[in-house]
């Protein structure tokens, strides 16, 4: 499945907002910030510094990170924008365990589909 290029969060500003304004949930390997976004679907956006390193690896860890988002898009609860932000030590794990800090931490944040309650996910 691809993903559709609306799903895509892509506006500076709008990240800027999801990243201040939104709620937000540490895994060792990311971070995801997520914020309301009043539409029948879910957008996300990745981030990753140069502290993530040089642009070849940056650009192969937001590669691998969409790959894993890819994989549970099917599963995510639509209203939402998010941000992936890959830290340091993303780079040098295996892609299953990317894939699992994904799922991971969008079932901590409540945002995926059948998981966690209503009340976890009002701001």
């Known amino acids: ?19 201040q304004e939104g709620r937000s949930w540490v895994h060792p390997l990311l971070v995801l910030c997520a914020l309301p976004n009043d539409q029948p679907y879910s957008r996300f956006g990745i981030s990753a510094s140069r502290w993530v390193g040089k642009a070849v690896v940056r650009n192969r860890t937001r590669r691998r990170l969409r790959e894993a988002i890819r994989e549970v898009w099917q599963d995510v609860a639509p209203g939402w924008d998010m941000v992936f932000v890959a830290r340091l030590s993303l780079q040098r794990q295996p892609f299953d365990q990317i894939s699992a800090a994904v799922r991971g931490v969008l079932q901590q944040a409540g945002l995926l589909s059948g998981m966690g309650t209503e009340e976890e996910l009002v701001f």
Do not use: E
Request: charged content about 40%; overall charge positive.
């Open 1 to 19: 499945m691809r993903l559709h290029r609306c799903v895509r969060l892509t506006d500076p500003d709008r990240f800027r907002q999801v990243r």
